[in-house]
């Protein structure tokens, strides 16, 4: 049984910073590829970042552009997603994505079994 638990959104003013977490339960987590994506109010999922074992993390560069980092612990069982200089478009919810079907990293939602419940994220002066 995979969980995903998420944490760390709340609301930040522009050109702030956030550390989102994600709490995983499962074993073989380090062979597990791990993502963020994001929703805002009636746009489609989009993807932000992944994680593997073996590869360089991927980015949605058109999204973060250079902004945000993934990284994981595989000790805890933990993955992070470090969002700095945060703009008015990065607002949504985001969520903790994991599949443990593939090796590579992978942009769409359908690659991803295990969803967290997600996390908000609101930027506001």
């Known amino acids: 049984q995979v969980q995903l638990v998420e944490s760390g959104g709340g609301l930040v003013q522009p050109g702030g910073s956030l550390r989102l977490s994600c709490a995983a339960s499962?074993?073989?987590?380090?062979?597990?590829?791990m993502g963020w994506f994001r929703q805002a109010p009636g746009k489609e999922r989009e993807f932000v970042a992944a994680?593997?074992?073996?590869?360089?993390?991927?980015y949605n560069e058109d999204a973060v552009k250079g902004r945000f980092t993934i990284s994981r612990d595989n000790a805890k069982n933990m993955v992070y997603l470090q969002m700095t200089s945060l703009e008015p478009k990065d607002p949504a919810v985001y969520y903790c994505?994991?599949?443990?079907?593939?090796?590579?990293?992978?942009?769409?939602?359908?690659?991803?079994?295990?969803w967290g419940q997600g996390t908000q994220v609101t930027v506001s002066s």
């Open positions: 994505a994991a599949t443990r079907q593939r090796s590579t990293t992978s942009p769409s939602v359908q690659e991803y079994d295990y």
């Open positions: 499962g074993r073989n987590f380090i062979n597990w590829i």
């Open positions: 994680d593997s074992r073996y590869y360089r993390p991927t």
